[in-house]
């Protein structure tokens, strides 16, 4: 049985835990060792360099509609935001230095979050769909990924067609956080948007690329350990000649190991291994 952190099990010692870590980050920013993005504009750069689109809201038994109502309303606070960033060569895009903390105030409401390895409901809950999305953009891109937290990449069944980091970024405000830098000798721009119930992303920047991306997965199958099940796979980026189509690079980027969340029955019987 895997130990648990004391502040796993008491309520008033994770709170706590929590400030320790706001309060670390927050003097971690403000030493200026980072150069985050700011410079958001309503001007799109010109080149699409990868997109992404997703349903704001999952509909089916088991499913709190009201949370994912809800997590489409904070998703929706969130791009405005994001909408048009420009990241500079050198700079850093932050997710939470973007979206700040997540307040009823600001009209956030309660959706999904993860205690522990747990759902349940939290004010803001529902933004790792967002900083998924981000991610899956950053990963088809010469950007470079600067601080990366996973959750379960098996929340939900996959449907049709499984898609590789489908979800699985994880971001707590503002300790747990989602950035990416600026490597190259151009502009990038991050556009978010919301529109009839679907998320939309684009990454644009000034001029196309000489490289192409993609992401493989291999030895992709559901596995029982114990009493629980997991998803299990690895995941590659690959990095194409644009010109050729001959492959530069194929960079592991996540050791699959998630545990499923969603209703045993509900995973493929083809897919599960010893």
Known sequence: MARRNFCEINPFFYELSVRKGIIIRH??????????????????????????????????????????????????????TINGLVIHPGETFSFWKRIGNTTKRKGY?????????????????????????????????PLTVTEFHSHSDALAPDGDKRIPFSSGTSVSYNYIDYRFRNDTDVDFQLLAWCENEKLYAELR?????????????????????????????????????????????????????????????????DQIKE
Do not use: W
């Open 27 to 80: 003097l971690k920013n403000a030493s200026g060792k980072v150069k985050f993005a700011k410079n958001q504009q309503s001007q799109k750069l010109p080149v699409v360099v990868s997109s992404h689109s997703s349903g704001l809201i999952k509909r089916a038994p088991g499913i709190d509609l009201t949370l994912q109502l809800n997590k489409a309303v904070n998703i929706e606070i969130a791009c405005k």
């Open 109 to 141: 409401k309660d959706g999904r979050v993860f205690f522990g390895d747990k759902l349940t409901a939290g004010i803001g809950g529902g933004l790792c769909n967002l900083s998924n999305t981000i991610h899956l953009l950053v990963l088809h891109s």
């Open 205 to 269: 920047s000034v001029e196309e690329m000489k490289t192409t991306y993609e992401l493989l997965e291999e030895g992709h199958h559901f596995r029982k350990e114990g009493e629980k099940f997991y998803r299990v796979s690895k995941i590659y980026k690959l990095t194409k000649s644009r010109e050729t189509g001959e492959i530069l690079q194929k960079e592991l980027v996540r050791d699959n190991h998630s545990e499923v969340l969603f209703d045993y029955s509900l995973i493929p019987q």
